[in-house]
T-cell receptor, first 114, second 113 residues
Framework: NAGVTQTPKFQVLKTGQSMTLQCAQD?????MYWYRQDPGMGLRLIYY???????DKGEVPNGYNVSRLNKREFSLRLESAAPSQTSVYFC?????????????FGEGSRLTVL | KQEVTQIPAALSVPEGENLVLNCSFT??????LQWFRQDPGKGLTSLLL?????REQTSGRLNASLDKSSGRSTLYIAASQPGDSATYLC????????????FGAGTQVVVTP
């Protein structure tokens, strides 16, 4: 029972390089999310996808793009990485509806931008 | 804007003592509140989810209460063990922006043998 799987787990980039973080869930959830976690800043939402075919900006979307490839997969792309994007990135998923919405997280992807 | 606060930021207790962790939020218009555990270098693990219509949830040694009117939730961990050492975070799911959960900064707990 894999839950939410993120790849890669670690990545080092140079300023200006691009990369894509991949996320897949096997819980048949409608909603998926990308967060970043930084010391002293807590967890901040980058983008989320309430259902397949929709995406919405979160608190810190600048410098990122997302793709909801299908119901299982939600990717996060950094087009031109900056040192300020050094962080731990978490993907999460939840089911929809008014009386559910329990959030499940992946193990995280540690990104360093030099 | 919904704000979620967890006090204290850090807590150290001897093994066997009960843990009481607090979470407060400013807007009572929430769908649910969720408690998580995070171990160093790991992702967040869901502990308990309390729907807005519920007053408490229990799982093993864990019990979480919710008082929406006062904007508070409390997580109780009975008979703490060294393995309970971790950071505990709470998050609320607002009614007016379902996808945008608000997280507290967490309480770092150390249980000493």
């Amino acid at each position: 029972n894999a839950g939410v799987t993120q790849t890669p787990k670690f990545q080092v980039l140079k300023t200006g390089q691009s990369m894509t973080l991949q996320c897949a869930q096997d819980m048949n959830h409608n909603s998926m999310y990308w967060y970043r976690q930084d010391p002293g800043m807590g967890l901040r939402l980058i983008y989320y996808s309430a259902s397949e075919g929709t995406t919405d900006k979160g608190e810190v979307p600048n410098g990122y793009n997302v793709s909801r490839l299908n119901k299982r997969e939600f990717s996060l792309r950094l087009e031109s990485a900056a040192p300020s994007q050094t962080s731990v990135y978490f993907c999460a998923s939840s089911d929809g509806g008014l009386n559910t919405g329990e959030l499940f997280f992946g193990e995280g992807s540690r990104l360093t931008v030099l | 804007k919904q704000e979620v606060t967890q006090i204290p930021a850090a807590l150290s207790v001897p093994e066997g003592e009960n843990l009481v962790l607090n979470c407060s939020f400013t807007d009572s218009a929430i769908y649910n509140l969720q408690w998580f555990r995070q171990d160093p270098g790991k992702g967040l693990t869901s502990l308990l989810l309390i729907q807005s219509s519920q007053r408490e949830q229990t799982s093993g040694r864990l019990n979480a209460s919710l008082d929406k009117s006062s904007g508070r939730s409390t997580l109780y961990i009975a008979a703490s063990q060294p393995g309970d050492s971790a950071t505990y975070l709470c998050a609320v799911r607002p009614i007016d922006s379902w996808g945008k959960l608000q997280f507290g900064a967490g309480t770092q707990v150390v249980v000493t043998p």
